[in-house]
């Protein structure tokens, strides 16, 4: 991902960023359903590298099974780039854990930037005390052997009803989680830094007393104008 | 809505206010699944002034239609009554957004005394610092045109399984959201005023040690002797 | 339940239960969907005793019922053991509630040790100021006659989908709460003070930058090595 | 029950029951979502004899359990009386069988009037082929061990969200199942007689092109004028 | 409508249909999870004349409401246009009926094209023995008193997910029912012919043993030559 | 697979193999909400062929996708070797199709021993008169790209949370599809028709009036007499 455009996406919403990926006939790019463990922290942006899961065959899902250093999940958590945002598809079922704070604290350290599940993470209080971005539906204590295989590392999924490919661009604030199709990540978040500017000018107006009306969308002449003014005098 | 009733109503809970229903035999009154964004500010309460929404139709729904000034979403925000709160029927579905912060920030200057979706609102982060009462099931980033189309202003709905009819009294707390028909609104607060007072009473009973048995309800009649002495020791 | 038992399972979390269950065959003893009302108390462990609620016949439940002191529900919170978890089959139903803020304060001064329910609890911001380790799905104002009728005391129910039999141990943390069966107690709960010890040292590695490669689980020697090297200096 | 009730419920229908229930303040008392195996057959009438499930541990749901001659399930096939219905509380969970041909056809044999599960039966297609009432959710061939122990015969349960206790009476036909207090059977039964009477002249009256305003209800003069001529015609 | 398009939708499947509307980036014009009650029949096409119900509130739905010559069911019924296909917005809601056997005979022998629901008709077995397109979700024996309360005729509503304006196009086979903008309904019927005619060719091809590739679609040359053969020689 | 085995699988149900595989820890391998379109057909016997599909991305799934020869739903179709079973991962939403009619016919012409999805066929009443097994949840008629991206060929998958390997053994029934580890095929077989000839032993007693304590299982010494003489009076 170019630089200027992850510096870009840290600084506006998942909203904005649905509403220009709306624009361009994209209407299913935000994760339904999951929220953030730690919401205090900076905007989650990096590209997708994902796992999938599958239900799981109670005989290939022992506890034995992680000895064997091959196993996706584990081997996803060590090969994962640094910048990465991990996303796992999990079937939206919370019924067991997709990852615990181990795994979790290990992409950390390994350098991710993120982790999203439409399932749940076990170790949850744990979790949320790490200063990384981690999104999951609710919180699950069973291991993911309960219920969910590791079958495929890096290849497209399904997560919270969204079409994620590998080295899509995936952003997280404290509302939720949006996946930005790797070709328009630049001019996606191009155009949602010009538009934050423009909302923050109208919010500010609202907050003033203003009307919504020819304010937002700016029919009228006049808001325009002022946004012209507003953003010079703002250095924006 | 008389002044009296409105102020015995911001010091009553939502849990009360349903038991005196449920005496009248209105048993589906609590707005199903949704929750406060701001679950620290005093009571919500205020008539209904309803919005309905439809399932969105792809052309009837392009961004450009926000342009139309007349378009139900943004009249409805401009149009709703001060003191009113803004209730939508968003036939559950928290897929896309029923408003967004800068809607919901003119709402709140406007006057309006709080705003609920049985769906979800887009720049929840935002929601949830301004000083308003605004309840939803869950954030939803994508704008409303995703799913939703405006379609009708202040008619009866439902919202979370619930029927609200225009002028109804809406009444919410850091638990939930519930509808009081507008005929019932006197009399149901001044008698949630009143077991209020006693459910006070034996809250601090029961934190001294008494039993719930003949007090909650009080069959023994020393119950409500005592009820009688501690009522007027605390003036209430 | 043996006192060491219950000090072992205040030191260990529910997901590590979840997986000492997990080995034993049981894989579905962790309760589904609930969560605290007030998180940050220490671990809720105790033995359950069960309430079963059926759906509610509007003739037998009305307000009138509570003045019957045998009334199931009443009955239950009074004969409740000290040290006892109250556990309640709502069939995952939170339209309405399983109980409110007295009946919560009651169990709390009688001495249990913390209440769940799969539905919900009525009184949920003042519940969620008691230091009682609460657990449900959701608010729910109505009362429980709305839609529940107590029925059944200490008989084996489920909750959130498991198993639970008057006596097994209950456990609650931040997370959410797992059912052991009572003859496996002791040894669970050893078993799992054995794996936290372990997974802290993990942990501790993990942050240091280690890979989880051959550490978790230990199939390096070296790591068995760190591992009682690090137990003996901390004193574990 | 009366045979009198018993003949009179042979001959109407679910709908018309649910009405004079409804009439009585009960709303609750379809069993929701459970479907005929073999729709062509007579009403099903008869009292309810109810068997308990909770969720299984698998400890004590091995295939062995059977052996057990007191084993609930079996217990309550052998015990049910002739003339009764057995009912099944699956708790609405229909990925494993509540039980399969073998025990229906016992109860068929031993003279029940028929079965109901909210959740599945297995061998359906051969309990198709049975002269006998039997209604479920879906089809479920997982033996009921893999999610289900039997616990409890003939308590008060749940089945299908309506409250069944034992001896109420229970009425199947095509559309589905209603379970009537006991203590209203007899005065149902014959106004559910009498509304049946009225609902044939109503809708021989509108194949033949009559308005329903005035008719269904009866507000106009005449159409109580023409009921009661069509009644003394048609002889009921 | 104009009376070609009518009869061309006669001949073509609600699945061409949405292939249609699909094409004209309409992707949620099938009203899902509905089937037909009696699916031998012929298609039904029809305009759309709608009601729309919201929660009901105890108060204002006893049996006695139904005097009211103007309750809105009733007048409903009685005001469809012939040729029309009523359709109604249950919110998904089958608990309770939509309406029930006199109600449908009677839009029967008004001369409406069918009736539809996202809930459920009571008198469904009755109901499946009139030659009428009736479609729903279940069966649902109680009366819609129940959940439902009628409150709008012909307006905007939602029916299963789709978006349904009165004058609509709507038509039904024994996959489902899908509606068809007014404005599109004669471009759409008419493609839908000419899509007919070539899946009937390509399914005849494909059953003699063809490989779809190539042929479906016709991105072989040949494909078309021998589609435009065929289309001679069957005169279609 | 063994022919001896296929003609074994032939001839027993899906209820009586989902005890076999419990009998060997397998507990979820029953595909749940999936039905037969045409129940009157011999048993679906094959070695599983999967399909993935992910949730649809607009600009990925237009119309003109299917242009592509190497689009997977076709190239699948094409390839999917003769007596296998077509499976497809749909995610288990039915809101738009898995495939249509002429797909399916192709897989039946190719020699295919069935197709199953957790989702929806579209033409489903013309697949119904196909004399080929193929399941489904229920009838879906917007083509497959509103919802499904079909991204994968022959991987490991889930189907109705069960999980699905290739070269699994599938066998359907007018009950539905279960799923037999492809190690495990021949002796689940082998036991299912030694599992098989008793139960029909059992059920022919039970329909003489017989008691199942006893019996089933055969834990009266008497049973198992008669079995044996009854078995080599049957020649089985």
């Known amino acids: 991902m170019n630089p200027t ?3 870009q996406l840290m ?5 904005t960023l649905c509403t220009a990926l709306f624009k361009r006939g994209l209407a299913h790019q935000f994760i339904q359903d999951v929220r953030p463990l730690n919401p205090g922290l900076p905007n989650m942006v990096g590209e997708a590298y994902t796992l999938r899961y ?3 065959r109670e005989d290939l899902n022992t506890i034995e099974v992680f000895k064997n250093r091959e ?3 584990r081997k996803a958590v060590e090969e994962c780039p640094p910048g990465a945002v991990f996303v796992i598809d999990s079937r939206k079922d919370a019924r067991a854990a997709s990852a615990g704070g181990i795994l979790v604290a290990r ?3 390994r350098g991710a930037a993120g982790i999203v599940t439409d ?3 076990r170790d949850s209080p744990d979790i949320a005390r790490l200063p990384f971005p981690v999104y999951h539906q609710r919180p699950a204590a069973p291991t993911n052997l309960t219920v969910h295989q590791a079958i495929d590392i890096n290849v497209p999924i399904g997560c919270g009803d969204a079409p994620v490919f590998p080295g899509d661009v995936v952003v997280g604030d404290a509302e939720g989680v949006v996946v930005i199709p790797a070709h328009l990540a630049d001019e ?3 155009e949602a830094v010009e538009m934050t500017v423009f909302e923050d000018f109208v919010q500010e107006k609202v907050m003033e007393g203003r009307s919504i009306l020819g304010l937002y969308p700016p029919t009228d002449e006049q808001s325009r104008v002022d946004f012209a003014a507003w953003r010079q005098a703002a250095g924006r």
Not at 11 to 15: I, K, L, N, R, W
Request: charged fraction near 10%; avoid cysteine.
């Open 5 to 7: 455009t992850k510096q």
């Open 11 to 15: 600084g506006v919403s998942t909203a």
């Open 54 to 56: 599958m239900p799981a």
């Open 71 to 73: 196993h996706p999940q």
């Open 107 to 109: 992409l950390m350290k």
């Open 119 to 121: 399932g749940g993470f």
């Open 188 to 190: 996606v978040a191009a």
